[in-house]
């Protein structure tokens, strides 16, 4: 098994895994209202201007602008009010020389009118006249037809991830359905003769089944789909088996595969029998997690990744959580929720490996501080009782009480 | 209408709501596999200890410490190799003095073993011995039962909002069922006679109504559940009926109520005919979003949006969504998600006013920088060509280029 200790940082597994990884190709129409989170599969262009017609931007009177030039308040200019056009009422007014309309924010103008005077810059004249106090310049206080966007203009690109402004946007529109790429599918396989479902009380030497649930959280927390496949025991075909079902029915597999060396080479041996070009790296330096495997068979991801609970959940983050952004489509950056935190305690560290500790946070003198938990990354509860993670890079001995650090939330 | 210039920061408009807002006391009883994000009702203790039995965290053999001690390089202890003790099965073996027996990660050791050597600390002797290399502790390489949680240990607090991890804590101790709190019911109601679904094709004067939309995906973001009531006109009685359905099917209700100055007057009675206290403010000193009302009617906060998109994002991520928070009973800090960046030109702001400018993010020579978008606040498209807010703060009187900001991505 020489290629375990040929190890890899975790970003230059990602490197090698990269290539082989393309975004999901088939679509699916969806009303625009569901479609937070979802990759957009084409470019949308606007059908139409938007706004429709020129909107008053505030509560005033809609005027032909060179009627007020040279308005002042010691010389304001007299404006008969012919007409009150209501908000979401059409306009069939002309204004003459000298004539106004009422105008209400979002409505529309006076049909040759080309500004509007806010109402704080008028004041009542007589009981169908006002005084303008102030000047106002052509297109003042108006929101022009196709200022927002304009008919034809692109909207959006392929590969736009869905946010709530965006969904206003486009049903602004009248875009009501848009066309977006599949989730990405994850599939979940746990591995151990060890192993029973959470639902059962495990006879002595057996425990419950917990990194299924667990990757399918995380799974679904990253916007993809998780598909349990179950348990398999620690034999070959069975586990082929259910490997097999995994790609079947999905575009990655997960392998919660046990950390005893037999049971890394049979998840190794599955991954190679599943398609090409089959194992990639076997092994990254990093702590905890480095007994982890990155295979692809024939353009599905597949990982091994280790039984224990916080080295699953350290190396999810470092290569599936990213698998699935490039499966998804979707071209923004990952968001990541880091808080700034003074470290409490020394972190002593092996150089040329990342080590990754779970913290909790607290706050005193109104400052963040990290203290790291150094339960055995194969307890759940270490996790449980953390509030996330901090890594100590590669090319450092450790990290020191006082300095400051950015920590991962989970 | 003198409260309308009397405003307040938006701290201190959440600081006059915040006394008004309990936690929702109904509860519910969810499988654990579906709790992500849910809210723990009452403190959960450990039905049992964990792990249940003691087990080996390496591969190699359970020994007694106390066989090894002396052992060396120089001078090994020769152990007899009496079982296999396979993952998941259960031990009937007893060592005798000089005895040990093979151990997986994750195995049970002999029954009165009290250590495991690393396989690594080993070699062959002949085929039913091995060399023991180094010395073990007792308890060396073992996970000690209870070591994870002892029965009757506090798993959890009220409050606490469910992450993937403990979904597998819950699991590892067989809690397959939790209680948790409701999710958080927020109405929504649209107002405004230019208003038509976005499904329909406005006539002149009229535009698609997306603030319901872009509220109720933030609602879904925040963790609640958005109750759409839908459109009213801008009169009244048919508004009070609306806000009565909010408040009848939700716990709190946002109006998005227009920005002339007859709706949000209307908006504000209607409140105050709710329940009490009615009113609390009328207008927040910040741009945009200034034409915005809090109420509380007995219990349930209601918030008066600004009709404009941009408005209505920055008063709901500043007052709805903590609101939301309170409402759902969790605990835990709201996660922010946040990037520094050099902002690339100078905002200018009034001092005394929280000015949010959307900005659009790019990178240049490896560092992140800030471009403000100074489009008009009323422009939906404003929102979906930027990438989050920066704060301009009410003490300074602006923003200059080259300053280092943190942006709040949406």
Redesign the interface.
Known sequence: MPEFFNVRSPSQAFDDLRPHIFAISERETIP??SA?GRVIADQIRSPED????PKS?M?GFSVRARDTFGASETLPAMMEVVAD???????DVELSVGEAAVA?????LAGNADAVVM?ERTQPADDTSIEILRPVAPGENV?NEG???RAGDL??SPSHAI???????L????I?EIEVLRRPRVAIVST????VP??V???????????T??????V??CGAEPVVIGLAP?EYEPQLQAARRGIQSADALVFSA??????RDMTADVFNQLGNPGVLLHGISIKPGKPTIVAVADGKPLFGLP?N?VSA?VVFDLLVAPTIRLLSGASSPP???TVEAILTADIPSESGREDYVPVTLSKSDGQARATPVFG?S????T??NSHGLIQVPADSGGLYAGERVSVN??
């Not at 046990?258 to 049971?263: D, M, P, Q, R």
């Not at 194969?378 to 509860?381: C, E, G, P, S, T």
Request: charged fraction near 15%; glycine fraction near 12%.
């Open positions: 625009t209202t937070l938007l706004p429709s017609f931007s509560d056009i209501p908000t979401g009422a059409e306009s209400y924010t979002g409505g529309m109402i929101v200022e927002d966007v909207l959006f946010r709530p402004q965006d969904i206003g946007g049903l602004a529109l009248g009501t151990g003769d060890e192993l959470p639902d009380s495990p006879p002595p030497g057996k425990i419950r089944d917990i990194n649930y667990t990757v399918a959280a995380r679904a927390q620690d046990g950390s005893s060396l037999s049971t039984g609970p959940l968001t990541t929720n055995k194969n307890l759940i509860y996790l449980v939330l989970y």
